[in-house]
């Protein structure tokens, strides 16, 4: 039986851009927290970074500055990961790669108390594949928290194939404590937000590659039809061509090379040229130079939102269908992950299942490609008239 304690000691390992915003959540919260990174640089510019947190936290009033105290002195600083044996909870948000990160968790577990709990921050892996390093794998399980851990209000929690069930209620539990919004998601690639999101990008791209409209114009109508607050192209500039190409690849094989998650060429050729996008300056877009207009054409900005919203929907009817998610959560994910103006299982509900089936049929008998197929419950939905 798992169980996390009001005052619970939380351990985090790695010390970048993740370990140290869920470090500030679990500090602000109240607990005691042991941050570990292998790089004592990186544990420095941590710290320097937390302090300045708390304090303009403070000054804006969203915190007291006794409490911002409280929270800095809460955090302990180490390169040692022995210093976690009092943790009753780890959460490990290291280098995404698989060996080490089992590597890390077999050591761990050396370290923790039985009944401590063993979460990943992966946004890729597998969790089962992780906890597989621990003998005692019934406490370790994923706790996906999204960039800037402190504003994004959404965590996925993925129960690997032996995670308890008392493992799993115990960090639902801590995590809405913590304010979070909380998904449960099964172990398949890339969860629910990563996989739902793919034909955003996957479709823009195709059709900008063939000619049916430029970047400009496919993000004008993302955003003025769709009440997206960014279009496909501007998001893939923004996320940078090394993460979302590298996330895209991974995906497509992880599915098995399913034609739904094909990578593009068109991307491919940024990430060769080095035009990661804003961080570089130049991407699908030219940073240094004016930005391009869009075509401003209300039925070809149609067409292009509906084919996208039209595969987002399509994805998510599947995951539906594949018991990933229940339907509230795939919805509540991505509006609380990636900000979608709304769930898509809403939107299918609204636009009518019917008509979403009638667009990706249109898209199959069009390309005769796979990519396209409609899901069997999407399917099922829009013959029978039915909401999901
Ligand atoms: P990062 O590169 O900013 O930080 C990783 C830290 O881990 C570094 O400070 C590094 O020194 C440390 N580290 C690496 N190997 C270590 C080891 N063996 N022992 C101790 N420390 C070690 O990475 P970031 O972006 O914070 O990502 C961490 C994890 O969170 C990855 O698994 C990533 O996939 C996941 N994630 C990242 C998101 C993002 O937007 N950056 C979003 C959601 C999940």
Same mark, same amino acid.
């Given at each position: +039986?798992?169980?996390?304690?009001?005052?619970?000691? %939380?351990?985090?390992?790695?010390?970048?851009?993740?370990?140290? !915003?869920?470090?500030?959540?679990?500090?602000?919260? !109240?607990?005691?927290?042991? *941050?570990?990174?292998?790089?004592?640089?990186?544990?420095?510019?941590?710290?320097?970074?937390?302090?300045?947190?708390?304090?303009?936290?403070?000054?804006?009033?969203?915190?007291?500055?006794?409490?911002?105290?409280?929270?800095?002195?809460?955090?302990?600083?180490?390169?040692?990961? @022995?210093?976690?044996?009092?943790?009753?909870?780890?959460?490990?948000? %290291?280098?995404?790669?698989?060996?080490?990160?089992?590597?890390?968790?077999?050591?761990? #577990?050396?370290?923790?108390?039985? @009944?401590?709990?063993? #979460?990943?921050?992966?946004?890729?892996?597998?969790?089962?594949?992780?906890?597989?390093?621990?003998?005692?794998?019934?406490?370790?399980?994923?706790?996906?928290?999204?960039?800037?851990?402190?504003?994004?209000?959404?965590?996925?929690?993925?129960?690997? *194939?032996?995670?308890?069930?008392?493992?799993?209620?115990?960090?639902?539990?801590?995590?809405?404590?913590?304010?979070?919004?909380?998904?449960?998601?099964?172990?398949?690639?890339?969860?629910?937000?990563?996989?739902?999101?793919?034909?955003?990008?996957?479709?823009?791209?195709? +059709?900008?590659? @063939?000619?049916?409209?430029?970047?400009?114009?496919?993000?004008?109508?993302?955003?003025?039809?769709? =009440?997206?607050?960014?279009?496909?192209?501007?998001?893939?500039?923004?996320?940078? /061509?090394?993460?979302?190409?590298?996330?895209?690849?991974?995906?497509?094989? #992880?599915?098995?090379?399913?034609?739904?998650?094909?990578?593009?060429?068109? =991307?491919?050729?940024?990430?060769?040229?080095?035009?990661?996008?804003?961080?570089? !300056? /130049?991407?699908?877009?030219?940073?240094?130079?004016?930005?391009?207009?869009? =075509?401003?054409?209300?039925?070809?900005?149609?067409?292009?939102? @509906?084919?996208?919203?039209?595969? *987002?929907?399509?994805?998510?009817?599947?995951?539906?269908?594949?018991?990933?998610?229940?339907?509230?959560?795939?919805?509540?994910? +991505?509006?609380? &992950?990636?900000?979608?103006?709304?769930?898509?299982?809403?939107?299918?509900?609204?636009? !009518?299942?019917?008509?979403?089936?009638?667009?990706?049929?249109?898209?199959?008998?069009?390309? &005769?490609?796979?990519?396209?197929?409609?899901?069997?419950?999407?399917?099922?939905?829009?013959? =029978?008239?039915?909401?999901?």
């Amino acid at each position: +039986m798992f169980n996390l304690s009001e005052n619970a000691c %939380i351990g985090v390992i790695g010390a970048g851009a993740m370990g140290t !915003g869920i470090t500030q959540i679990a500090a602000q919260n !109240g607990h005691k927290v042991c *941050l570990v990174d292998a790089s004592a640089p990186a544990l420095e510019k941590s710290q320097t970074l937390l302090k300045t947190t708390f304090y303009k936290l403070a000054e804006k009033g969203k915190i007291s500055p006794e409490n911002a105290e409280k929270a800095i002195q809460a955090i302990r600083f180490t390169t040692a990961l @022995e210093d976690l044996y009092s943790a009753d909870l780890v959460i490990e948000a %290291i280098v995404e790669n698989l060996a080490i990160k089992k590597e890390i968790f077999s050591r761990l #577990a050396a370290i923790v108390k039985p @009944e401590a709990i063993l #979460a990943t921050n992966t946004s890729s892996l597998s969790v089962t594949s992780i906890a597989s390093s621990v003998k005692n794998a019934e406490r370790v399980l994923g706790l996906h928290f999204f960039n800037p851990p402190p504003l994004m209000p959404l965590v996925e929690v993925v129960p690997g *194939l032996a995670s308890a069930d008392s493992t799993v209620q115990s960090i639902l539990a801590l995590m809405k404590k913590w304010g979070k919004k909380p998904v449960l998601a099964k172990d398949t690639p890339a969860f629910i937000v990563n996989r739902l999101a793919r034909p955003f990008y996957g479709e823009a791209i195709r +059709m900008m590659e @063939e000619g049916i409209a430029d970047c400009a114009t496919i993000d004008w109508a993302m955003k003025t039809f769709g =009440q997206f607050k960014m279009g496909p192209f501007e998001l893939m500039d923004y996320i940078g /061509h090394d993460v979302n190409y590298v996330v895209t690849e991974t995906v497509f094989a #992880a599915f098995f090379y399913d034609p739904r998650y094909r990578p593009s060429f068109s =991307q491919k050729r940024l990430l060769e040229a080095g035009r990661l996008g804003k961080k570089s !300056g /130049h991407g699908f877009y030219n940073y240094g130079a004016a930005m391009p207009e869009p =075509q401003k054409d209300e039925v070809l900005g149609r067409i292009i939102m @509906e084919r996208i919203v039209a595969m *987002l929907i399509n994805e998510a009817a599947e995951a539906l269908l594949l018991g990933v998610a229940s339907a509230s959560d795939l919805d509540l994910a +991505m509006k609380a &992950g990636v900000n979608y103006p709304k769930g898509l299982l809403e939107w299918a509900n609204e636009w !009518g299942a019917h008509n979403v089936y009638t667009v990706l049929k249109g898209l199959q008998e069009t390309y &005769g490609d796979d990519r396209y197929r409609p899901s069997a419950l999407l399917r099922q939905k829009a013959l =029978q008239n039915e909401r999901f």
